[in-house]
């Protein structure tokens, strides 16, 4: 059974830090791609950025500069650490994993609240 469990998240001041924390299990971490995305109250769900098996990372532009995502092979897990948080980054982050090539094999997680606020 694949389990994609996130921890981490929180209330946190404008400007604060905070890490997340993805557990995945059930699968061969290595073959998959890793993703935060994040869905704040009343908008779509939207990639906050990535990461592949080889460490390279994509983000979002809004988050460009402010997020570092990386991952431990050998523990199965993905980071998201974030940096100046804003309230508009207040939203529930979701982890999701996706196969390298096959696309199908595609799981989320079942997300962290992130509030951002004084």
């Known amino acids: 059974q694949v389990q994609l469990v996130e921890s981490g998240g929180g209330l946190v001041q404008p400007g604060g830090s905070l890490r997340l924390s993805c557990a995945v299990s059930?699968?061969?971490?290595?073959?998959?791609?890793m993703a935060w995305y994040r869905q704040a109250p009343g908008k779509q769900r939207e990639l906050v950025g990535s990461?592949?098996?080889?460490?390279?990372?994509n983000y979002a532009d809004s988050v460009k500069g402010r997020c570092t995502i990386s991952r431990d092979n050998a523990k199965n897990t993905v980071y998201l650490q974030m940096r100046s948080l804003e309230p508009e980054d207040t939203a529930v982050y979701f982890c999701n994993a996706r196969h390298r090539t096959l696309y199908a094999f595609d799981y989320w997680g079942q997300g962290t609240q992130v509030t951002v606020s004084s």
């Open positions: 990461i592949i098996s080889d460490g390279t990372t």
């Open positions: 059930g699968i061969t971490f290595r073959f998959y791609s």
